[in-house]
Protein backbone atom coordinates (compact mmCIF):
# COMPACT_ATOMS: atom_id res chain seq x y z
CA UNK A 1 0.00 0.00 0.00
CA UNK A 2 2.68 2.49 1.16
CA UNK A 3 4.72 1.90 -2.31
CA UNK A 4 2.14 3.25 -5.12
CA UNK A 5 0.84 6.40 -2.23
CA UNK A 6 5.31 7.15 -2.40
CA UNK A 7 5.15 6.48 -6.45
CA UNK A 8 1.85 9.37 -6.36
CA UNK A 9 4.03 11.52 -3.53
CA UNK A 10 7.14 11.55 -5.83
CA UNK A 11 4.81 11.79 -9.46
CA UNK A 12 3.15 14.96 -7.60
CA UNK A 13 6.56 16.38 -6.37
CA UNK A 14 7.74 16.23 -9.63
CA UNK A 15 4.94 18.01 -11.38
CA UNK A 16 4.99 20.26 -9.12
CA UNK A 17 8.44 20.95 -9.93
CA UNK A 18 7.92 20.56 -13.16
CA UNK A 19 5.57 23.11 -13.51
CA UNK A 20 7.74 25.79 -11.61
CA UNK A 21 10.53 24.92 -13.59
CA UNK A 22 8.57 25.34 -16.91
CA UNK A 23 7.15 28.19 -15.19
CA UNK A 24 10.30 30.48 -14.09
CA UNK A 25 12.99 29.10 -16.61
CA UNK A 26 11.15 27.48 -19.36
CA UNK A 27 13.22 28.13 -23.00
CA UNK A 28 14.61 31.68 -21.45
CA UNK A 29 16.90 30.76 -18.55
CA UNK A 30 18.87 34.64 -19.47
CA UNK A 31 15.86 35.90 -18.08
CA UNK A 32 15.42 34.16 -15.00
CA UNK A 33 19.48 34.07 -14.24
CA UNK A 34 19.12 38.13 -14.72
CA UNK A 35 16.60 38.64 -12.20
CA UNK A 36 18.72 36.70 -9.85
CA UNK A 37 21.14 38.91 -10.91
CA UNK A 38 19.27 41.87 -10.51
CA UNK A 39 17.78 41.04 -6.90
CA UNK A 40 21.97 40.47 -5.68
CA UNK A 41 23.29 43.82 -6.83
CA UNK A 42 20.05 45.72 -5.45
CA UNK A 43 20.27 43.76 -2.39
CA UNK A 44 24.17 44.49 -2.20
CA UNK A 45 23.63 47.84 -2.67
CA UNK A 46 20.54 49.01 -0.80
CA UNK A 47 21.58 46.36 2.68
CA UNK A 48 25.24 46.75 2.71
CA UNK A 49 25.96 49.91 1.18
CA UNK A 50 23.15 51.22 1.85
CA UNK A 51 22.84 53.45 -1.59
CA UNK A 52 19.22 53.86 -1.96
CA UNK A 53 19.90 55.79 -5.22
CA UNK A 54 21.67 53.44 -7.24
CA UNK A 55 19.70 50.98 -6.19
CA UNK A 56 16.63 53.00 -7.21
CA UNK A 57 18.27 53.28 -10.48
CA UNK A 58 20.07 50.02 -11.02
CA UNK A 59 16.58 48.00 -9.88
CA UNK A 60 14.54 49.18 -13.65
CA UNK A 61 17.93 49.65 -15.37
CA UNK A 62 18.96 46.14 -14.95
CA UNK A 63 15.40 44.46 -16.00
CA UNK A 64 15.43 46.79 -18.91
CA UNK A 65 19.05 45.46 -19.94
CA UNK A 66 18.05 41.97 -19.12
CA UNK A 67 14.49 42.53 -21.58
CA UNK A 68 17.23 43.66 -24.22
CA UNK A 69 19.84 40.78 -23.85
CA UNK A 70 16.90 38.37 -24.37
CA UNK A 71 15.42 40.40 -27.13
CA UNK A 72 19.02 40.07 -29.05
CA UNK A 73 18.71 36.29 -27.97
CA UNK A 74 15.80 36.05 -29.86
CA UNK A 75 17.11 37.68 -32.76
CA UNK A 76 20.33 36.06 -33.17
CA UNK A 77 18.59 32.59 -32.91
CA UNK A 78 16.54 34.02 -35.45
CA UNK A 79 19.43 34.74 -37.84
CA UNK A 80 21.15 31.29 -37.34
CA UNK A 81 17.77 29.55 -38.84
CA UNK B 1 -19.87 64.20 -0.83
CA UNK B 2 -17.77 60.90 -0.70
CA UNK B 3 -14.13 61.08 -1.66
CA UNK B 4 -12.46 58.17 -3.35
CA UNK B 5 -8.48 57.55 -2.91
CA UNK B 6 -7.41 54.94 -5.23
CA UNK B 7 -3.46 54.53 -4.99
CA UNK B 8 -1.58 53.51 -8.06
CA UNK B 9 -0.84 50.02 -6.71
CA UNK B 10 -4.55 49.26 -6.70
CA UNK B 11 -4.91 50.66 -10.52
CA UNK B 12 -2.02 48.76 -11.54
CA UNK B 13 -3.33 45.62 -9.81
CA UNK B 14 -6.77 45.59 -10.92
CA UNK B 15 -4.94 46.38 -14.47
CA UNK B 16 -2.71 43.67 -13.94
CA UNK B 17 -4.95 41.23 -12.68
CA UNK B 18 -7.64 41.87 -15.37
CA UNK B 19 -5.44 42.11 -18.70
CA UNK B 20 -3.82 38.49 -17.29
CA UNK B 21 -7.13 36.63 -16.70
CA UNK B 22 -8.84 37.58 -19.90
CA UNK B 23 -5.81 37.21 -22.10
CA UNK B 24 -5.52 33.44 -20.67
CA UNK B 25 -9.58 32.94 -20.35
CA UNK B 26 -9.96 34.15 -24.00
CA UNK B 27 -7.17 31.14 -25.20
CA UNK B 28 -9.33 28.67 -22.90
CA UNK B 29 -12.23 29.90 -24.51
CA UNK B 30 -10.88 29.17 -27.89
CA UNK B 31 -10.54 25.29 -26.66
CA UNK B 32 -13.90 25.62 -24.92
CA UNK B 33 -15.92 26.18 -27.97
CA UNK B 34 -14.10 23.77 -30.26
CA UNK B 35 -14.98 21.08 -28.35
CA UNK B 36 -18.21 22.07 -27.92
CA UNK B 37 -18.72 22.82 -31.12
CA UNK B 38 -17.47 19.04 -32.10
CA UNK B 39 -18.58 16.60 -29.80
CA UNK B 40 -21.26 18.70 -27.97
CA UNK B 41 -21.91 21.66 -25.48
CA UNK B 42 -22.81 19.04 -21.91
CA UNK B 43 -19.84 17.69 -21.17
CA UNK B 44 -17.77 20.77 -22.71
CA UNK B 45 -19.34 23.04 -20.20
CA UNK B 46 -19.27 20.63 -17.46
CA UNK B 47 -15.38 20.34 -17.82
CA UNK B 48 -14.95 24.60 -17.90
CA UNK B 49 -17.20 24.49 -14.84
CA UNK B 50 -14.96 21.75 -13.08
CA UNK B 51 -11.56 23.69 -13.93
CA UNK B 52 -12.98 27.02 -12.86
CA UNK B 53 -14.20 25.56 -9.73
CA UNK B 54 -10.70 24.01 -8.89
CA UNK B 55 -8.81 26.87 -9.68
CA UNK B 56 -11.08 28.76 -7.28
CA UNK B 57 -10.43 26.09 -4.74
CA UNK B 58 -6.91 26.49 -5.44
CA UNK B 59 -7.16 30.17 -4.64
CA UNK B 60 -9.15 29.86 -1.56
CA UNK B 61 -6.82 27.30 -0.14
CA UNK B 62 -3.13 29.58 -1.08
CA UNK B 63 -4.35 32.52 -0.32
CA UNK B 64 -5.11 32.99 3.26
CA UNK B 65 -1.62 30.99 3.56
CA UNK B 66 0.31 33.00 1.30
CA UNK B 67 -1.41 36.28 3.91
CA UNK B 68 0.12 34.74 6.86
CA UNK B 69 3.31 35.53 5.39
CA UNK B 70 5.62 38.22 6.59
CA UNK B 71 5.22 41.02 4.10
CA UNK B 72 8.59 41.85 3.30
CA UNK B 73 10.09 38.33 2.45
CA UNK B 74 7.10 38.10 0.51
CA UNK B 75 7.11 41.29 -1.45
CA UNK B 76 10.90 40.25 -2.66
CA UNK B 77 10.28 36.75 -3.51
CA UNK B 78 6.53 37.63 -5.64
CA UNK B 79 8.06 40.62 -7.07
CA UNK B 80 10.88 38.40 -8.17
CA UNK B 81 8.53 35.78 -9.69
CA UNK B 82 6.66 39.07 -11.33
CA UNK B 83 9.86 40.26 -12.68
CA UNK B 84 10.47 36.81 -14.44
CA UNK B 85 6.70 36.62 -15.18
CA UNK B 86 6.96 40.05 -16.40
CA UNK B 87 10.28 40.07 -18.64
CA UNK B 88 9.21 35.99 -20.56
CA UNK B 89 5.54 38.01 -21.25
CA UNK B 90 6.86 41.09 -22.17
CA UNK B 91 9.55 39.28 -24.78
CA UNK B 92 7.04 37.35 -26.31
CA UNK B 93 4.68 40.53 -27.13
CA UNK B 94 7.87 42.12 -28.08
CA UNK B 95 9.10 39.46 -30.89
CA UNK B 96 5.27 39.00 -31.94
CA UNK B 97 4.52 42.79 -32.28
CA UNK B 98 8.21 43.12 -34.42
CA UNK B 99 7.22 40.35 -36.44
CA UNK B 100 10.31 37.65 -35.29
CA UNK B 101 7.71 35.46 -33.69
CA UNK B 102 3.85 34.00 -34.88
CA UNK B 103 1.26 35.91 -33.02
CA UNK B 104 -1.25 34.08 -31.35
CA UNK B 105 -3.52 32.40 -33.92
CA UNK B 106 -7.38 31.93 -32.04
CA UNK B 107 -8.17 30.13 -35.63
CA UNK B 108 -5.56 27.54 -35.73
CA UNK B 109 -5.75 26.69 -32.36
CA UNK B 110 -9.49 26.16 -33.07
CA UNK B 111 -8.57 23.78 -36.07
CA UNK B 112 -6.29 22.10 -34.27
CA UNK B 113 -8.23 21.28 -31.48
CA UNK B 114 -11.53 20.41 -33.63
CA UNK B 115 -9.23 18.24 -35.65
CA UNK B 116 -7.88 16.70 -32.80
CA UNK B 117 -11.58 16.03 -31.25
CA UNK B 118 -13.08 15.03 -34.84
CA UNK B 119 -10.28 12.07 -35.13
CA UNK B 120 -11.48 10.62 -31.43
CA UNK B 121 -14.35 9.33 -32.91
CA UNK B 122 -18.27 9.64 -32.20
CA UNK B 123 -19.09 11.24 -28.97
CA UNK B 124 -21.52 9.27 -26.48
CA UNK B 125 -23.95 11.65 -24.52
CA UNK B 126 -21.54 11.98 -21.78
CA UNK B 127 -18.12 12.12 -23.37
CA UNK B 128 -15.20 11.49 -21.00
CA UNK B 129 -12.56 13.17 -24.05
CA UNK B 130 -14.63 16.29 -24.27
CA UNK B 131 -14.60 17.19 -20.33
CA UNK B 132 -11.09 16.36 -19.97
CA UNK B 133 -10.26 18.39 -23.27
CA UNK B 134 -12.20 21.02 -21.66
CA UNK B 135 -10.77 20.66 -17.96
CA UNK B 136 -7.35 20.69 -19.17
CA UNK B 137 -7.78 23.70 -21.71
CA UNK B 138 -9.21 25.86 -18.65
CA UNK B 139 -7.12 24.33 -15.78
CA UNK B 140 -3.59 25.21 -17.68
CA UNK B 141 -4.76 28.47 -19.35
CA UNK B 142 -6.00 29.68 -15.96
CA UNK B 143 -2.83 28.72 -13.54
CA UNK B 144 -1.50 31.34 -14.99
CA UNK B 145 -3.99 33.76 -13.84
CA UNK B 146 -4.01 32.12 -10.70
CA UNK B 147 -0.20 33.30 -10.16
CA UNK B 148 -0.91 36.29 -11.44
CA UNK B 149 -4.02 36.91 -8.62
CA UNK B 150 -2.35 35.27 -5.34
CA UNK B 151 0.98 37.44 -6.20
CA UNK B 152 0.04 40.32 -7.14
CA UNK B 153 -3.35 40.02 -4.90
CA UNK B 154 -1.42 38.94 -1.60
CA UNK B 155 1.44 41.37 -1.80
CA UNK B 156 -0.58 44.98 -2.23
CA UNK B 157 -2.89 43.22 0.67
CA UNK B 158 -6.15 43.04 -1.86
CA UNK B 159 -6.63 39.70 -2.35
CA UNK B 160 -9.85 39.87 -2.61
CA UNK B 161 -10.03 42.86 -4.73
CA UNK B 162 -7.86 40.65 -6.89
CA UNK B 163 -9.85 37.71 -6.83
CA UNK B 164 -13.46 39.72 -7.67
CA UNK B 165 -11.09 41.23 -10.75
CA UNK B 166 -9.80 37.62 -12.15
CA UNK B 167 -13.95 37.13 -11.88
CA UNK B 168 -14.80 39.70 -13.61
CA UNK B 169 -12.93 39.53 -16.38
CA UNK B 170 -13.93 35.65 -16.87
CA UNK B 171 -17.73 36.73 -17.07
CA UNK B 172 -16.15 39.91 -19.90
CA UNK B 173 -14.84 36.65 -21.61
CA UNK B 174 -17.54 34.11 -21.35
CA UNK B 175 -20.19 36.71 -22.42
CA UNK B 176 -17.95 38.67 -25.33
CA UNK B 177 -17.49 35.05 -25.99
CA UNK B 178 -21.35 33.92 -26.47
CA UNK B 179 -21.22 36.57 -28.56
CA UNK B 180 -18.56 36.35 -30.78
CA UNK B 181 -18.33 32.79 -31.16
CA UNK B 182 -15.72 32.15 -32.94
CA UNK B 183 -14.20 35.19 -34.20
CA UNK B 184 -11.72 35.75 -31.26
CA UNK B 185 -9.22 36.41 -33.39
CA UNK B 186 -10.77 39.95 -33.26
CA UNK B 187 -9.36 39.98 -29.80
CA UNK B 188 -5.98 42.13 -29.54
CA UNK B 189 -4.17 39.32 -27.57
CA UNK B 190 -0.77 40.50 -28.32
CA UNK B 191 -1.82 44.30 -27.30
CA UNK B 192 -3.15 42.72 -24.09
CA UNK B 193 -0.14 40.23 -23.56
CA UNK B 194 2.25 43.46 -24.22
CA UNK B 195 0.06 45.17 -21.21
CA UNK B 196 -0.14 42.34 -19.00
CA UNK B 197 3.64 42.26 -19.52
CA UNK B 198 4.46 45.68 -18.92
CA UNK B 199 2.30 46.01 -15.59
CA UNK B 200 3.59 42.94 -14.11
CA UNK B 201 7.59 43.94 -15.04
CA UNK B 202 6.73 47.39 -13.44
CA UNK B 203 4.96 45.15 -10.11
CA UNK B 204 7.93 43.21 -10.16
CA UNK B 205 10.38 46.16 -9.76
CA UNK B 206 8.62 47.56 -7.20
CA UNK B 207 7.78 44.97 -4.93
CA UNK B 208 11.94 43.85 -5.01
CA UNK B 209 12.27 47.38 -4.45
CA UNK B 210 10.45 47.24 -1.31
CA UNK B 211 11.56 43.63 -0.69
CA UNK B 212 15.03 44.79 -0.04
CA UNK B 213 14.04 48.20 1.82
CA UNK B 214 14.44 50.36 -1.27
CA UNK B 215 12.78 53.75 -0.54
CA UNK B 216 11.17 54.77 -3.51
CA UNK B 217 11.09 58.46 -4.10
CA UNK B 218 7.64 59.21 -5.02
CA UNK B 219 6.11 56.27 -3.20
CA UNK B 220 2.94 54.32 -4.61
CA UNK B 221 3.03 56.90 -7.61
CA UNK B 222 6.65 55.25 -8.28
CA UNK B 223 4.81 52.67 -10.17
CA UNK B 224 3.01 54.87 -12.51
CA UNK B 225 6.60 55.87 -13.35
CA UNK B 226 7.75 52.54 -14.23
CA UNK B 227 4.63 51.72 -16.26
CA UNK B 228 5.82 55.08 -18.67
CA UNK B 229 9.49 53.64 -18.30
CA UNK B 230 8.43 50.10 -19.91
CA UNK B 231 5.90 51.32 -22.05
CA UNK B 232 8.77 53.58 -23.76
CA UNK B 233 11.45 50.88 -23.77
CA UNK B 234 8.86 48.27 -25.15
CA UNK B 235 8.03 50.87 -28.11
CA UNK B 236 11.84 50.98 -28.54
CA UNK B 237 12.79 47.24 -28.57
CA UNK B 238 9.42 46.75 -31.18
CA UNK B 239 11.12 49.42 -33.59
CA UNK B 240 14.51 47.69 -32.73
CA UNK B 241 13.04 43.92 -33.62
CA UNK B 242 11.27 45.66 -37.00
CA UNK B 243 13.72 47.38 -38.04
CA UNK B 244 15.78 44.44 -38.32
CA UNK B 245 12.98 41.71 -39.63
CA UNK B 246 12.66 45.04 -42.56
CA UNK B 247 16.08 45.03 -43.19
CA UNK B 248 16.56 41.26 -43.56
CA UNK B 249 13.79 40.42 -45.28
CA UNK B 250 12.82 37.50 -42.95
CA UNK B 251 9.60 36.91 -41.19
CA UNK B 252 8.26 35.15 -38.44
CA UNK B 253 10.73 32.34 -38.39
CA UNK B 254 9.04 29.77 -35.46
CA UNK B 255 7.16 29.98 -32.71
Known amino acids: MTIPRRGLLVRALRGFAAFWWDFLVGDTPEIFVAALVTVAVVALLRVMGHENAAAVVALPLLAIVALTISIRRAQRASRGR | ?255
Open chain 2, 1 to 255: MVAVTVSSSVVVVVGAVFLATAVEMVEALTIVLAVGHTRGWRSALEGASVALVSLGVLVAMLGPALARVPLTPLRLVVGGVLLIFGLQWLRKAILRSGGLKERHDEDAKYREVVAAMTSAGASPRRDRIAFVMAFKGVFLEGLEAVVAVLTLGTSAHRLALAVLVAVGAVLVVAVAGAAVARQLTSVPENLMKMGVGILLVSYGTFWTGEGVHVRWPAGDVTLMGLVALYVVVTMALVAMVRREVAGSGRGVPAR
